[in-house]
């Protein structure tokens, strides 16, 4: 929406933030090439790759990603933590940490499990999809939902659209009795 929107205004194409969820065939499928991938491109390199290096040192190459995976599922939640504190002003209960904690250890058991198994059989992505769709929507009501409840945030996102649709319907106005009355005095 918001790409569409800069590129009827600005004429500026704005890079996808997501690649159809929805079709996910797995967790990481769905973390690491279709939700939020801005988020995931600044994590990357940030969190997972240092994390991955150091874990080098201690474990074997093989298996090194798997902690640089829950530690960027650690970052993650405590960002939004911070996030939902700084639009709320309550204090923790911890549940997004745990929704990102969750999918971190969800995710790196799902990559060991790929790389110890080398089975080349998959399931078909209509089964897969809703699996894993279901999965983070059920754990995201369970964890991630009442902090955003808490919070108010879903009040103060349609506090947010109805002042920007207010201030669009303003700008409308303000412009178009501008050139209407620019019109009006013609000779």
């Not at 499928?29 to 991938?37: I, M, V």
């Not at 754990?139 to 201030?167: G, H, Q, Y």
């Amino acid at each position: 929406m918001v790409g569409a929107l800069a590129r009827a205004c600005l004429g500026v194409e704005l890079e996808p933030q997501f690649d159809e969820p929805y079709l996910a065939s797995s967790l990481q499928d769905f973390w690491g090439k279709r939700w939020n991938l801005m988020v995931t491109s600044i994590l990357h390199p940030t969190v997972y790759n240092p994390i991955r290096s150091v874990s080098r040192r201690w474990i074997a190459k093989k298996w090194a990603s798997l902690p640089a995976v829950i530690g960027t599922f650690l970052v993650s939640g405590l960002m939004h933590e911070l996030i939902f504190y700084d639009i709320g002003r309550q204090k923790p209960k911890w549940e997004v940490t745990c929704f990102f904690l969750l999918h971190g250890f969800c995710l790196a058991i799902e990559i060991g499990i790929k790389r110890e198994i080398k089975c080349t059989w998959r399931l078909p992505k209509v089964v897969t999809a809703p699996l894993v769709v279901g999965s983070v929507v059920v754990s995201a009501m369970w964890l991630f939902m009442p902090t955003v409840v808490r919070c108010k945030i879903d009040v103060e996102a349609r506090k947010e659209v109805f002042a920007f649709f207010n201030f669009m319907k303003g700008a409308y106005i303000y412009l178009r009795d501008i050139f209407i009355d620019h019109n009006d005095h013609k000779f």
